[in-house]
T-cell receptor
């Protein structure tokens, strides 16, 4: 079974530029998550989708971050414009979505973003 | 609000030593609790989980017991190996399943 795929693996941009990350979850997984992991910290949940609907985006800085999951499969996370403090690893995870708060999340390898 | 507090590292142990990594949590209702591990160069993966009070999660010789009275979920292993060197994250999923919180991670290095 293929795991969670993410691209690109690395991205370097200058501040005020835009960037987009892509995630393809495990086939059949209804729930998709985007996390931000700043160096030395634990992952912070940005947004959670159930199929193509948003379950929670309370931690997403909506003035610059946006995410979509069209057709309930793959997803994109965009930052526009980027700031220096957005430098982090962006993790995508998916879960079956049928076990409530006992679901196991499966993580992708992440995209390391550096904003100069 | 919900939160996870994890023992700070880094932790360095000799092979076959006993490991404890402390984790305490704050949550409303009955969360599920998890330990995730990140081996060098790899992505995060589930190590073990417990979904209700007094449950014990176990995997690969690691154990953790969900203690509601002390709001803790400490990770233990009786005899660590060099291959256990990794970063360990304690995490909780709140009772709705819509909020997920990670601790800051504890780096473990096991030396031969």
């Amino acid at each position: 079974e293929a795991g969670v795929a993410q691209s690109p693996r690395y991205k370097i941009i200058e501040k005020r530029q835009s960037v987009a990350f892509w995630c393809n979850p495990i086939s059949g997984h209804a729930t998709l998550y985007w996390y931000q992991q700043i160096l030395g910290q634990g992952p912070k949940l940005l947004i959670q989708f159930q199929n193509n609907g948003v379950v929670d985006d309370s931690q997403l800085p909506k003035d610059r971050f946006s995410a979509e999951r069209l057709k309930g499969v793959d997803s994109t996370l965009k930052i526009q414009p980027a700031k220096l403090e957005d430098s982090a690893v962006y993790l995508c995870a998916s879960s079956s979505g049928d076990r409530g708060n006992t679901d196991t999340q499966y993580f992708g390898p992440g995209t390391r973003l550096t904003v100069l | 609000g919900n939160s996870v507090t994890q023992m700070e590292g880094p932790v360095t142990l000799s092979e076959e030593a006993f490991l404890t990594i402390n984790c305490t949590y704050t949550a409303t209702g009955y969360p599920s609790l998890f330990w995730y591990v990140q081996y060098p160069g790899e992505g995060l993966q589930l190590l073990l989980k417990a979904t209700k009070a007094d449950d014990k999660g176990s995997n690969k010789g690691f154990e953790a017991t969900y203690r509601k009275e002390t709001t803790s979920f400490h990770l233990e292993k009786g005899s660590v190996q060099v291959s256990d060197s990794a970063v360990y994250f304690c995490a909780l999923s709140d009772y709705t399943g819509n909020q997920f919180y990670f601790g800051t991670g504890t780096s473990l290095t096991v030396i031969p």
